[in-house]
């Protein structure tokens, strides 16, 4: 969906479309929210988004339909204002969607430091990472990164058309086991103790 799309979606149209469509899990209400919007039109952009996956997710209490948010924050400033609204649907679960950071700049290096920054204001939390499958890069990633999603591997490494139906699915299994063996065991990031000893004290 093009981003003007997203941005004029309310949040019941969607709700409607899920709901005949029934999935098991839900990514809801994504609103653009760019790294180089200003900073006061990002935080009403968040609010906005917040504000519509709230109503989203209390309007599916009743669904068989499992929310994952995206937390959308950039800075500790914005993560301040995501976490209330995490706290409140009680979110074990996030999505960071972190395909933009391979296309249109900022990389691995950058996509990390977002992560981390996320990890040490909410550590006990688990995130999905979208549009990373590099067993390689998600290795370096905090242990709270235990899924994982995207294509690009999954494309080079398979080569469909190239070879049998049964060689797909070795390959498949391959990058399978060597993703799911490099989730969920990367190094934590400092911050994340400072923050958790400061909400204890």
């Known amino acids: 969906m093009t981003d003007e799309y997203l941005s004029g979606l309310h949040w019941r149209d969607e709700f409607e479309m899920i709901s005949e469509f029934a999935p098991d899990y839900h990514i809801p209400c994504d609103i653009p929210i760019y790294r180089d919007t200003d900073r006061s039109e990002r935080r009403d952009r968040l609010r906005k988004y ?86 390689a890069m998600l290795r370096q990633l905090p242990p709270q990164v235990t899924a994982a999603g995207g294509l690009n591997q999954w494309r080079t490494r398979v080569h469909l058309r190239e070879a049998s139906s049964e060689v797909y699915r070795n390959r498949f299994v391959e990058l399978q086991d060597q993703v799911n063996s490099a989730l969920g065991i990367g190094q934590a990031p400092l911050g994340m103790w400072a923050e958790s000893s400061q909400e204890v004290a």
């Open 50 to 135: 917040l504000n519509r996956m709230l109503a989203f997710a209390q309007e599916s209490t009743n669904t068989s339909v499992s929310i994952i948010p995206l937390p959308k924050a950039l800075t500790r400033e914005e993560w301040s204002v995501v976490k209330p609204a995490f706290d409140v649907l009680g979110v074990e679960f996030y999505a960071f969607y972190g395909t933009q950071y391979f296309l249109e700049g900022g990389g691995f290096r950058e996509l990390l430091k977002d992560i981390r920054l996320g990890v040490s204001v909410m550590p006990n939390r688990d995130i999905l990472v979208i549009g990373l499958l590099s067993p």
